[in-house]
């Protein structure tokens, strides 16, 4: 694609990043909420690992780091289609979007991607200033989130929540793609319970049986969460991290190829009233 003709893309993506950075009430809302949860997720699994007896596949600041990472990068979690959609959706203006000059994948895309990376900035920082940086002057500096294992890690956790907000944004357009299709918003209602569990956000895919792990590793939904957090603080290095990198990109082209398909077909069935 030249500059040329990926110039509206972009000036979608900043059009929409500018709109959703104007949120910034219920940003403030969502960081005190996932303060709040992100502390009782903390405790729930500090007195999980007091009570267990055996060795754990990571250890108590690892798992509290896990915690936070999940809170502050909570927006990034693809739990739902893209509200403007949906409403044009049951109102039926969805069909104006074959008359546009551009291309509706791509646009849905943008628009997705610039909701989710804008959401995610406003709410990321004051949960880390909070868990990273105030936690540890208090008496719960165990609760604290630590920073990267090593700079390598920093760099390869860069690269894989780049690479998170790709595939979530992937996703976002599939759900925008069953609402389109279905004609209801109800139906994606799933979403939110697959993302959480298999994301890794509930209980760390580490913690899942041994033999578990490498289809957990592999399945789409690790890119979301589990993988670059667990790059974060060297539980996934060298070849693991490689391998990590590797299923989300993988992912993305899949999602996004089968995106492209499916909302072509969707799109030639849509009939407009007097075309």
Do not use: C
């Amino acid at each position: 694609m030249s500059a040329a003709a990926a110039l509206p893309y972009l000036s979608i993506l900043h059009a929409r990043f500018s709109l959703m950075l104007q949120y910034r009430t219920a940003a403030w809302a969502g960081v005190a909420t996932q303060f709040w949860f992100g502390a009782i997720r903390v405790m729930t699994l500090v007195a999980f690992y007091d009570g267990s007896g055996g060795g754990q596949p990571l250890n108590l600041a690892q798992v509290v780091t896990y915690i936070w990472l999940g809170q502050a990068f909570l927006a990034m979690l693809p739990w739902a289609a893209d509200a403007e959609i949906a409403a044009a959706v049951e109102s039926g203006n969805v069909g104006y979007e074959r008359l546009r000059p551009i291309d509706t994948y791509l646009l849905w895309f943008a628009r997705a991607l610039a909701w989710r990376v804008a959401n995610t900035s406003l709410r990321a920082g004051p949960v880390f200033v909070l868990a990273a940086l105030l936690l540890p002057l208090t008496d719960m500096r165990d609760w604290a989130w630590r920073l990267p294992a090593s700079g390598v890690s920093a760099l390869l956790f860069v690269l894989s929540i780049a690479l998170t907000a790709l595939l979530s944004s992937a996703i976002t357009v599939l759900l925008n793609i069953v609402v389109t299709a279905l004609k209801t918003q109800r139906v994606v209602g799933f979403s939110m319970g697959l993302v959480n569990l298999f994301s890794g956000l509930v209980i760390p895919l580490a913690l899942f049986p041994a033999w578990a792990q490498t289809p957990l590793l592999w399945q789409p939904f690790a890119g979301l969460a589990d993988i670059p957090y667990r790059i974060y603080f060297g539980a996934l290095a060298g070849p693991m991290a490689v391998q990590g990198l590797a299923a989300q990109a993988l992912w993305i082209v899949l999602l996004v190829l089968a995106g492209r398909w499916w909302l072509n077909r969707v799109m030639a069935r849509i009939d407009m009233q007097g075309s």
